[in-house]
C-alpha cells in the first residue's frame, strides 16, 4: 500500500468565469464593493502538478494537486444604472446592459482538473455606454472558478 507521486507541468486551455470582484473604493461617496457580474472566457495557463497514486490491490487510485499562474480574458455582461454612472454629470436614469471584455492574470490552485483562481484585472468597454461604467478600465481583484475542457472526457 505504498505511494507514487509525480510531478507534472504543462500548459492548459480552461474555460473560465469569475463571478466575484472586488472594486475598490473610487472616491469619498463611492467605497469599495463586492460585486457579481457575469463574465466568461478561457484561461492561458503554466501549471504544476502534482499527481499522487495509491497502490491498491486491483487498480490505482489517484489523487491530482497543483498551482498554475497565467492569464484569463473573455467577455463581461454590465448593466448600467444610476448607481454605477454615478460620476457622470448626468448619471443614467434607466438601466442598460452593456459589454465589456476582461483581462486578467492571476493564480490558481488546481484540484483534479479543477481550478479556484485569484487574479488582478481590468474590464474594457467594448459597447458605447460601458464608457460611461464608474469602473471601466478600473482594476479589481477578481475570484474565479476553471475547468480544464479534458475533464469531461479526452478532446480529439
Do not use: H
Not at 9 to 35: C, E, H, V
Not at 118 to 128: A, M
Amino acid at each position: 500500500n505504498g505511494y507514487v507521486t509525480l510531478v507534472r507541468s504543462y500548459l492548459r486551455w480552461n474555460a473560465i468565469t469569475i463571478p466575484f470582484a472586488i472594486r475598490p473604493a473610487l472616491n469619498d461617496t463611492i467605497g469599495s464593493k463586492i460585486t457579481t457580474d457575469l463574465k466568461i472566457g478561457a484561461s492561458f495557463s503554466y501549471n504544476v502538478n502534482w499527481e499522487t497514486f495509491k497502490n491498491r490491490r486491483l487498480m490505482a487510485r489517484k489523487s491530482v494537486k497543483g498551482i498554475s499562474g497565467g492569464v484569463a480574458f473573455g467577455f463581461s455582461k454590465v448593466t448600467l444604472s444610476t448607481s454605477s454612472t454615478s460620476l457622470l454629470d448626468e448619471p443614467y436614469k434607466f438601466d442598460e446592459d452593456g459589454l465589456a471584455c476582461f483581462v486578467s492574470p492571476g493564480v490558481g490552485f488546481n484540484l483534479k482538473g479543477f481550478q479556484i483562481n485569484f487574479s488582478y484585472g481590468w474590464d474594457l468597454p467594448i459597447t458605447r455606454n460601458v464608457k460611461d461604467w464608474n469602473y471601466a478600465r478600473k482594476g479589481y481583484i477578481g475570484i474565479g472558478l476553471g475547468v480544464g475542457l479534458d475533464v469531461f472526457g479526452k478532446i480529439p
